[in-house]
């Protein structure tokens, strides 16, 4: 089945930029969809098809997708970013074809 | 307003049985598909199980396949899982998920989610 790569953790400095990185065996020929998810509440879409916002989403909040590697970008960073990032493809190839990368906790310093 | 309203969680011991629903609002319930996605202790988002907007097809991770069964009621506007045989690794909140009929398409509403407990 498909695996995709998030590593656990990324820190960033209040009003840098946080780049989030998900890997996958040509991930870049998939649409990859973000999503954020804080303590106790229901996650929330951020990114779709590798880089469109949803309403209500931030401009900082941007995604790319090339190759072996889709990446969330989060820029300005402030203490409400904080929180679970999770990427999210359809592997077309399999009967259980929704899968989600293992997250990636964004600490902001 | 777009609502989905997860209940029937709860605690049940190892090999026991439980059923979740999912009431949903706001949107045409029959034109979209709908997912199970758990989140258990210390761990990250797993897709558990899927269901198509005709209810034709379903699709179960391996973890759970065999042991639940994912239904739904266009008429009620619900939609279930059937939990069987559960482990203590099934201990996780169990959110419903609804998404376009689009295979890739994301998963565009999220319940609040619903707590199942496995223990003696």
């Known amino acids: 089945s498909y695996v995709l790569t998030q590593p656990p953790s990324v820190s960033v400095a209040p009003g840098k930029t946080a780049r989030i990185t998900c890997g996958g065996n040509n991930i870049g ?3 990859v969809h973000w999503y954020q ?3 106790g509440q229901a996650p929330v879409l951020v990114i779709y098809y590798d880089s469109d916002r949803p309403s209500g989403i931030p401009e900082r909040f941007s995604g790319s997708n090339s190759g072996n590697t889709a990446t969330l970008t989060i820029s300005r ?3 409400g970013d904080e929180a679970d ?3 999210q493809v359809w592997d077309s190839s399999s009967d259980h074809p929704w899968v989600f990368g293992g997250g990636t906790k964004l600490t902001v310093l | 307003e777009v609502q989905l309203v997860e209940s029937g969680g709860g605690l049940v011991q190892p090999g026991g049985s439980l059923r979740l629903s999912c009431a949903a609002s706001g949107f045409t319930f029959r034109s979209y598909a709908m ?6 202790p210390g761990k990250g988002l797993e897709w558990v199980s899927g269901i198509s907007g005709s209810a034709g097809t379903t699709y179960y991770a391996d973890s759970v396949k065999g042991r ?3 239904s739904r009621d266009s008429s009620k506007n619900t939609l279930y899982l059937q939990m069987n045989s559960l482990r203590a690794e099934d201990t996780a909140v169990y959110y419903c998920a609804a998404k376009q009929p689009d295979s890739s398409a994301p998963f565009d509403y999220w319940g609040q989610g619903t707590l199942v407990t496995v223990s003696s």
Do not use: D, H
Request: aromatic share 20%.
């Open chain 2, 68 to 70: 639940f069964t994912i």
């Open chain 2, 35 to 40: 997912s199970w996605v758990r989140l258990a």
């Open chain 1, 85 to 87: 990032y999770y990427c």
């Open chain 1, 29 to 31: 020929s998939k649409s």
């Open chain 1, 77 to 79: 960073v402030g203490a």
């Open chain 1, 37 to 39: 998810q804080k303590p």
